[in-house]
């Protein structure tokens, strides 16, 4: 995702732009770490539990880490929200950058919501060898963000510029996530979260 979209935004010619993307990397980054730890290790965990034919005990591993993960993807979310601004500067934006990147980051830290426990169901279908539904979704929320990029960043779009950005990479995650979750709740999946 934010590879698509330090592509479109390189169009917008401007160079504060792509600084303003440059000081939210390192604080996605962050974000993708702690999604990590909770998504791979709930993953190995649900697998051998289910090697080992213990099928309740994955159902509990999984419903338990995507829990959790909407948890923290919340309070990522609000702390990211409300210390934005020190964040960003701590990470190198100048007052020139600070408006653009905290555009950017708002819809950065909202999509922490949906992205969390995006990445954990993604790697407990995974680890149940449901990978064709992973693909689907992610697959579909990144053809979704390259289509949504354009449209709201440029002018013959909404013409929202960085924001526009971010917001296109938001809705893209949340329909990862939504795939995913549809895939759990409608029975199809080995792993039932309870």
Known sequence: YNIVDTAYIGMLNSDIALAAVG??????????????????????????????GK????????????????????????????????????????????????DYAFWMFIAAIANLPAQSLN????????????SIAV??????????????MFEWGLNMGVEGASLATTISQFLTFAILIWFYLSGKSMIKIN
């Open 23 to 52: 000081v939210t990397l390192p604080l996605l980054l962050i974000m993708v770490s702690i999604e990590n730890i909770f998504a791979a290790g709930a993953a190995v965990l649900a697998g051998r539990q289910l090697g080992a």
């Open 55 to 102: 099928k309740e005990s994955a159902n509990t591993t999984v419903t338990t880490i995507v829990f959790l993960s909407m948890g923290v993807g919340l309070l990522l979310c609000a702390l990211g929200l409300i210390f934005m601004e020190p964040l960003l500067k701590s990470f190198g934006a100048s007052e020139k950058v600070l408006p653009l990147a905290k």
């Open 123 to 134: 790697c407990a279908a995974r680890a149940e060898s449901s990978v064709k539904i992973t």
């Open 139 to 152: 697959i579909t929320g990144a053809i979704l963000n390259v289509i949504l990029d354009p449209i709201f």
